[in-house]
Structure formats: structure tokens, C-alpha cells
Nanobody, 124 residues
Framework: QVQLVESGGGSVQSGGSLSLSCAASGLSSLTTYMAWFRQVSGKEREGVATISRSGTITYGDFVKGRFTIVQDAAKNVVNLHMNSLEPEDTAMYYC??????????????????WGQGTQVTVSS
């Protein structure tokens, strides 16, 4: 049984930093990507950052160099380090795993395993 467990969310002031962690268990070695998505109530889930087992990384356009995704492949852990946070970054952040097609890595419908989410709140 696949489980993705996120941790590290919380509240921070604008300009601050947070780090999220996702621990995966039960994943097949055939699962090629892990990713972070975020969602605000009433809006679609959007891709934040993705990383393949070989280390290929993709970021959402809004990241603008503020976030870094890092994986420990041996431990099946993926971390998202977020700097220069803005109120617009407030959302529920989800860890995901799957086999997205090329150029579709930031699409939520390409992933079939999801964590329960962790809330990030940035105040102005």
C-alpha cells in the first residue's frame, strides 16, 4: 500500500521560509516522479515542483527561484524548501507520485498517489 505523508506546514510572515517534507512508502521503483502541488479552496490544484528519480526538476512559473525541491531517493523522501514566501503562496500543499508524460509533469491529473496535505499560511 502506497502512503505519502507530508509534514512541515505552518504559518509564517511574508518574506519568511518554510520547508515541507514528504515521506513515501510502498512506492514501486517504476514510479518515476514525485512532486509538490498546492491548492486553494475553489481553485484547481497547481504544480509547484517535480523531481524525477534521475533528478530532472521542473518548477511552476510562479516559483521564480524561491523554492527548491530536493530528494533523498534512498529514503523515498522529497523536501520542498520555500523562501521569500508571499501571502499568495497560502494554500494546502500536497505531495504526489506518479509517471507523468514528458512536459506534463506539472499536471495534477498525471499523478495517482497523493498525500493528505499540509497547510501553509503566509500573512502579510
Amino acid at each position: 500500500q502506497v502512503q505519502l505523508v507530508e509534514s512541515g506546514g505552518g504559518s509564517v510572515q511574508s518574506g519568511g521560509s518554510l520547508s515541507l517534507s514528504c515521506a513515501a512508502s510502498g512506492l514501486s521503483s517504476l514510479t518515476t516522479y514525485m512532486a509538490w502541488f498546492r491548492q486553494v479552496s475553489g481553485k484547481e490544484r497547481e504544480g509547484v515542483a517535480t523531481i524525477s528519480r534521475s533528478g530532472t526538476i521542473t518548477y511552476g512559473d510562479f516559483v521564480k527561484g524561491r523554492f527548491t525541491i530536493v530528494q533523498d531517493a534512498a529514503k523515498n523522501v522529497v523536501n520542498l524548501h520555500m523562501n521569500s514566501l508571499e501571502p499568495e503562496d497560502t494554500a494546502m500543499y500536497y505531495c504526489a507520485a506518479g509517471n507523468p508524460a514528458w512536459l506534463r509533469q506539472l499536471r495534477a491529473d498525471e499523478y495517482y498517489y497523493w498525500g493528505q496535505g499540509t497547510q501553509v499560511t503566509v500573512s502579510s
